[in-house]
C-alpha cells in the first residue's frame, strides 16, 4: 500500500505545509490455518520533505508560525506481526525501529519536540456477539 501526497501553498509563512509526504506499507499476509488463522508480517514508513512547521507553546497551548527550524527528511519505520484467529486479533509492533540507525537524533515533529525513541507495543482484540 502506497500513499504519496504533493501540495503547496500558496502562503507558506501563514500555513505551512510539506511539498511530499508518503507512507509506504510492505506486508505479506497468509493463512496458518485455512479461515481459522490468518497473519500478517509487514513494515511500513513515514517520511516528509524539510518544511518550516508550526512551533507549539506549551505555556500558554497554542501552535504558532516559525522560522527558525526545519523540520522533516527523516523516515519514520515500524515493523509489525498481526494475527487474526476467530474473533480476535493480536497485534506485536516495534515503532521507530530506525531509532539512532542513522548516527544523530536529530528527527523532530516540531521544533523542539523529538519523535518517540524505538518502543514495542503488544495488543489484543476482542468482537464479542451482541
Not at 490468518?38 to 516528509?48: L, S
Not at 512551533?55 to 506481526?81: H, I, L, R
Not at 515533529?109 to 482484540?125: A, E, H, Q
Request: charged share 20%.
Amino acid at each position: 500500500n502506497h500513499r504519496v501526497l504533493l501540495q503547496w501553498s500558496s502562503e507558506p509563512e501563514i500555513i505551512p505545509v510539506p511539498k511530499a509526504s508518503a507512507y509506504l506499507n510492505y506486508y505479506f499476509e497468509f493463512n496458518i490455518v485455512e479461515e481459522v488463522l490468518r497473519m500478517q508480517i509487514g513494515a511500513d514508513c513515514r517520511v516528509h520533505s524539510r518544511y518550516y512547521a508550526y512551533g507549539y507553546e506549551p505555556s500558554t497551548s497554542v501552535f504558532y508560525n516559525q522560522t527558525d527550524k526545519k523540520v522533516g527528511d527523516y523516515p519514520m519505520m515500524d515493523a509489525y506481526v498481526s494475527a487474526k484467529w476467530q474473533r480476535m486479533r493480536i497485534l506485536l509492533k516495534m515503532q521507530h525501529v530506525n531509532d539512532d540507525m542513522f548516527g544523530s537524533r536529530n528527527y523532530f515533529t516540531l521544533p523542539n519536540y523529538p519523535l518517540n525513541r524505538r518502543v514495542l507495543k503488544m495488543g489484543i482484540s476482542w468482537s464479542f456477539y451482541d
